[in-house]
């Protein structure tokens, strides 16, 4: 494929709650971002990437018109804009973790409201204004959906009569004295490309590049490398709890009988799995952090 000097993709990072996150996950990938304190222009250590930072509620009206040739933003957001973007992928992260987020109907603890039909002629506030009102227009419920500029838990019940808001663990709404009624959206991360940058095929090449390094940086977050010496006597008993990702690799060392054995196995799980190694008859067991994992 013929490249020249004007190949160049334009890469929106959200800015914001998931800014912090996504430069981590990219160095992960192999890609080197620096962001000033007052700059909405990152540098990144690969001259055919010219990246800018885009608050992930936009992000997805900017890939549709071509103004970004791809960018990372929530899926509600692509939603809420009902934008025409080809998604290439999921990555699942958010700004608290690797589980998805969920935009949820709440109430205050006391109110009358207990399912989704309740809020029939009542006031809502969001930031999720059009998608809310779609999905409540579906149900066959009129409500009034108003925009919410921010502090959204505190407008129950003197404001409005309910909300929908963005939660992860419910803590912040637990907080607030409200419960939550339903859930209407979950999301996550996905990464979105201008359908016109995916039909150009040194374009759509350089983003299938980039989202295969996320996901294997994904994939690598929550695992480990293990490597271990085994001797022949004790190897059909380590391979057996063994929690492998695929099946181990097994390398024959230069003493006689003896052999490394290398695995991907949970981070989690090491703290048990190291004792039990050693117990029956690891030695030389060493840990290791992984970038990528690509299958």
Known sequence: MKKTKENVLNLGLPKGSLQESTLHLFRK?????NVGSRSYVPAIDDPELSGLLIRAQEMARYVQDGILDMGLTG??????MNARVKEVCPLLYARGGLRPVRWVVAVPNDSPIRRLQDLQGKRVATELVQFTRRCLKEKGIEAQVEFSWGATEVKAPRLADAIVELTETGSSLRANNLRIVETLLESTTVLIANRE????PWKRQKIETIAMLLQGALRAEEKVGLKMNVSRDDLDRILKVLPALQKPTIS??????WFSVEVIVDEKTVR?????????????????????VIP
């Open 29 to 33: 990938a192999g890609f080197n971002i």
């Open 75 to 80: 899926r509600d957001w692509v939603l809420e």
């Open 197 to 200: 940058a995916w039909r150009d």
């Open 252 to 257: 024959t060392l230069s003493e006689a009988g």
């Open 272 to 292: 048990l799995l190291i004792p039990l190694l050693k117990k029956e008859g690891a030695s030389g067991i060493v840990e290791y952090p992984l970038n990528k």
